[in-house]
């Protein structure tokens, strides 16, 4: 019984060093309204990472969305998609959306722990602020009173700016 304790708790702290390795990584990215990253890669074969657009965000806020993709989780309501991504490497996948809002980065924060969680891991810098939050059959309604149920690790970093940027990224696995 000790042995398997010790085995349960040696699991749980590598889990939540890994997950904090992640949540530090994603908080020192540009700022993404600098950010432009290279072409557009495809799969070639097996564990080979994918990205599927460039990243080139917009100075001003457009006023419709300018990829025509599915949304990986709810998005924040009345917001714009500006960017999407997504990869995956062994049994990791993970989709990126970058949605723009004219709404406050207080009112987008309220929002994304309003529906995703009262107590995500959170750190604020000078230019964003960071939630992470683990989501296990996580029930999330739309706009449209739709329920979806979404499981994961989402990362939600907002950055406020002459609009507000909301970087999504849910890792699935």
Not at 3 to 16: E, G, H, K, S
Not at 140 to 166: A, C, K, M, W
């Amino acid at each position: 019984m000790r042995n398997i304790i010790i085995i349960l708790i040696a699991v749980t702290l590598v889990l939540i060093g890994g997950y904090a390795w992640f949540f530090v990584q994603e908080m020192g990215r540009v700022d993404p309204s600098k950010e432009k990253e290279g072409p557009s890669v495809e799969v070639i074969e097996g564990d080979v990472f994918v990205r599927d657009v460039e990243k080139d965000l917009p100075a001003e806020l457009p006023s419709e969305d300018q990829k025509d993709r599915e949304d990986p989780v709810v998005r924040y309501p009345g917001s714009v998609m500006l960017s999407y991504r997504s990869g995956g490497q062994g049994v990791a996948f993970f989709t990126e959306v970058d949605y723009g809002t004219a709404d406050s980065a207080d009112e987008v924060v309220e929002w994304y722990k309003e529906n995703y969680g009262e107590n995500p891991m959170e750190t604020a810098t000078e230019e964003a602020i960071a939630l992470s939050f683990p989501l296990e059959e996580k029930e999330v309604q739309d706009p449209s009173g739709e329920v979806h149920v979404f499981t994961g690790n989402l990362f939600v970093r907002i950055t406020p700016g002459d609009y507000t940027n909301i970087m999504v990224r849910l890792r699935e696995e």
